[in-house]
């Protein structure tokens, strides 16, 4: 490679589609990764969005199951992002980071590649279970099924700021062992797995989580937007804050290099 392709490398922080389509199959041949992002969200709204006892009962412009597939689709790409994002604590643990240093890929490119691939990864079972929500009864407006599905999928870029921001906190082995019990636990803050009450302490609780403005917008396409400038100031602070983070820890790991 001459010095000239050398400095356009450098001069693009040595982002390349090369690098890209590297990352991405490496994810896709995790095959663990590839069971808990798609199997479970799509198993999972087969068992709680197709009961004939309520998934037929109107909410908003559509109906519950309407409302559960949304739901996990957004489990699923928050998931696959966290996860994918997650990984840089075992590229740091193998040395792939440090050897990644000595190309003209900057830290900047090496962060977008990181959530280019999570957020494609994400598309996945966003795709899956709408696909078996279409299948199964699943009922909203047109609008509805295409703006909810595009919220989910950018929406879950949040979590795979977390999951850089985990990958540079935590060593390999306790970074994995921290997303999976997290996802669960923001799942039930957002209220993916059952409604959040209108009011008391658990309403409260849920609009400090990071899943509830993001869980919020997702759904409003069908249930309405009533809430909407919270959803998103909701988004915004916890983007902020996973961002910053992972910017934060990712200079320290730098500088001991």
Known sequence: ????????????????????????????????????????????????????????EVVGNGNVAGVIMTSMALYGAMIATAATGSTVSVERAQGWSRQLRLTPLRGSAYIV????????????????????GAAR??????AAWIVSAVIVWLGSSLFAAFGLFVGYLLPSENAM??????????????????????????????TFTPMWGVSGLAH????GWSNWWQWVANLVVWLAIFV?????????DTARV
């Open 244 to 252: 910053g983070g992972a910017v934060w820890r990712f200079r320290a």
């Open 220 to 223: 409003a396409p069908q249930t």
């Open 177 to 206: 062992q921290v997303i999976g019990p997290a996802m669960a636990l923001l799942a039930f803050g957002g209220g993916l797995f059952m409604p959040i009450p209108d009011h008391g302490f658990f309403h409260w609780f849920s």
């Open 113 to 132: 590649v990181k959530v280019a691939v999570a957020l494609a990864i994400g598309l996945i079972p966003v795709l899956a279970v709408y696909a078996c």
């Open 1 to 56: 490679m001459s010095a000239y392709d050398l400095d356009r490398r450098a001069a693009g922080g040595g982002l390349n589609p090369t690098l890209l389509r590297i990352e991405l199959l490496r994810v896709l041949r995790n095959k663990r990764t590839m069971i808990f992002t798609v199997v479970m969200p799509v198993a999972f709204f087969f068992l709680f969005g197709t009961n004939s006892a309520y998934a037929n």
């Open 137 to 142: 009864g699943a009922h909203m407006s047109t």
